[in-house]
């Protein structure tokens, strides 16, 4: 499973999760210790994630955060938790306080519902007031997940993720504006596109005018691109299922048993082509002679066949004609050595 789908599973399991969790501590180990484990820590490790992280400032002694990351010894990402039915107000927190007092880079703070990452974009050493990058558990995007993934501990760059903290900072900031600015048009916001179109002199009157139409004229091009989208995966939609319903059907009689091999080999071929197409289009078919891995569900767009039985593993590759080579597997990791020829064949269609 890759990273994706496994925030999207949390995602759906913490709905469930919170009629039980009662206190801040369970908030902890139910929403945030699992949260990070996504990421790739040990959250069982103190030298990895350290809880109640002590911060001292000044003459106080012994003030602790709930969670510090490690890397090399030293702490590179603090963490506060909150009881998930809590408001999240870094000016009450001792996140805010306790930055400056050591090495960590980044400050997250969080109630098991809402993530968010903080740094010190403004001032050095001293936490910003405005998180560069949040996000709700139960409504991720995709390009948050994206965003997200910078931290896992597989690829996490201290250099690399605080350079790019400054332009998440500011696109989330222009998106909140841009927003604000198409639900209920500002007087320069109106002025400049009235400008562009009115011959004469813009008063207050022209204003008042303008500022109604701007806003429908937005609001008509997000519909406008919401129905193209809709028109689009409608019509996908629609050629998938008819091509489905020409091809060769699949066999019913026996009853189709799908082993854990064969999940498995899927979960390989989906982690193989990842960085090549979305992993949503890649589905697996099992049949009685074979188990199939198919482009956007669609049997004429075979990717590989597992011929997996007790005593053999073996795959089914197609070249550009859709012919069919097969190869033994000595195990499932060898299904990595024919990368190069399965990105081929998604390649093609």
Same mark, same amino acid.
């Given at each position: 499973?890759?990273?994706?789908? %496994?925030?999207?599973? +949390?995602? $759906?399991? *913490?709905?469930? @999760?919170?009629?039980?969790?009662?206190?801040?501590?369970?908030? /902890?180990?139910?929403?945030?210790?699992?949260?990070?484990?996504?990421?790739?820590?040990?959250?069982?490790?103190?030298?990895?994630?350290?809880?109640?992280?002590?911060?001292?400032?000044?003459?106080?002694?012994?003030?602790?955060?709930?969670?510090?990351?490690?890397?090399?010894?030293?702490?590179?990402?603090?963490?506060?938790?909150?009881?998930?039915?809590?408001?999240?107000?870094?000016?009450?927190?001792?996140?805010?306080?306790?930055?400056?007092?050591?090495?960590?880079?980044?400050?997250?703070?969080?109630?098991?519902?809402?993530?968010?990452?903080?740094?010190?974009?403004?001032?050095?050493?001293?936490?910003?007031?405005?998180?560069?990058?949040?996000?709700?558990?139960?409504?991720?995007?995709?390009?948050?997940?994206? %965003?997200?993934?910078? +931290?896992? $501990?597989? *690829?996490?760059? @201290?250099?690399?993720?605080?350079?790019?903290?400054?332009?998440? /900072?500011?696109?989330?900031?222009?998106?909140?504006?841009?927003?604000?600015?198409?639900?209920?048009?500002?007087?320069?916001?109106?002025?400049?596109?009235?400008?562009?179109?009115?011959?004469?002199?813009?008063?207050?009157?022209?204003?008042?005018?303008?500022?109604?139409?701007?806003?429908?004229?937005?609001?008509?091009?997000?519909?406008?691109?919401?129905?193209?989208?809709?028109?689009?995966?409608?019509?996908?939609?629609?050629?998938?299922?008819?091509?489905?319903?020409?091809?060769?059907?699949?066999?019913?009689?026996?009853?189709?048993?799908?082993?854990?091999?064969?999940?498995?080999?899927?979960?390989?071929?989906?982690?193989?082509?990842?960085?090549?197409?979305?992993?949503?289009?890649?589905?697996?078919?099992?049949?009685?002679?074979?188990?199939?891995?198919?482009?956007?569900?669609?049997?004429?767009?075979?990717?590989?066949?597992?011929?997996?039985?007790?005593?053999?593993?073996?795959?089914?590759?197609?070249?550009?004609?859709?012919?069919?080579?097969?190869?033994?597997?000595?195990?499932?990791?060898?299904?990595?050595?024919?990368?190069?020829?399965?990105?081929?064949?998604?390649?093609?269609?």
């Amino acid at each position: 499973m890759d990273f994706k789908d %496994e925030i999207r599973q +949390f995602s $759906k399991r *913490v709905d469930r @999760l919170l009629p039980q969790i009662k206190t801040e501590e369970a908030t /902890k180990t139910s929403l945030v210790m699992p949260f990070l484990k996504i990421l790739g820590y040990d959250v069982f490790d103190p030298f990895e994630v350290q809880p109640e992280f002590i911060a001292d400032i000044g003459i106080k002694k012994g003030e602790k955060v709930d969670y510090a990351i490690l890397r090399d010894e030293k702490p590179v990402i603090l963490i506060e938790c909150k009881h998930f039915a809590d408001g999240l107000d870094p000016h009450n927190s001792q996140l805010f306080r306790y930055f400056h007092t050591t090495e960590a880079k980044f400050g997250l703070l969080t109630n098991g519902i809402e993530y968010r990452f903080y740094t010190d974009l403004v001032t050095a050493n001293k936490m910003d007031e405005k998180p560069f990058f949040e996000f709700k558990i139960m409504d991720i995007k995709d390009n948050e997940v994206s %965003e997200l993934k910078k +931290f896992h $501990k597989s *690829v996490f760059d @201290l250099e690399s993720i605080s350079s790019v903290a400054s332009d998440l /900072k500011y696109f989330n900031e222009l998106t909140i504006l841009a927003n604000s600015e198409i639900q209920n048009p500002s007087d320069e916001f109106v002025r400049f596109f009235t400008r562009q179109v009115y011959p004469s002199v813009v008063t207050a009157k022209v204003l008042e005018q303008f500022t109604p139409l701007v806003k429908r004229v937005f609001t008509q091009i997000i519909n406008d691109q919401i129905a193209e989208r809709l028109k689009s995966a409608l019509k996908k939609e629609t050629e998938v299922e008819e091509q489905n319903a020409s091809a060769v059907p699949i066999e019913h009689d026996a009853v189709i048993v799908t082993t854990e091999e064969e999940i498995d080999g899927f979960l390989v071929v989906k982690s193989i082509l990842r960085k090549d197409i979305e992993v949503g289009r890649i589905f697996m078919r099992d049949n009685q002679s074979y188990c199939g891995i198919l482009l956007d569900d669609n049997n004429r767009k075979p990717i590989c066949r597992f011929y997996f039985t007790p005593n053999r593993l073996r795959i089914g590759l197609f070249d550009k004609e859709k012919k069919e080579l097969k190869y033994d597997l000595q195990s499932l990791d060898d299904i990595y050595k024919y990368s190069e020829q399965i990105v081929d064949t998604v390649a093609n269609y």
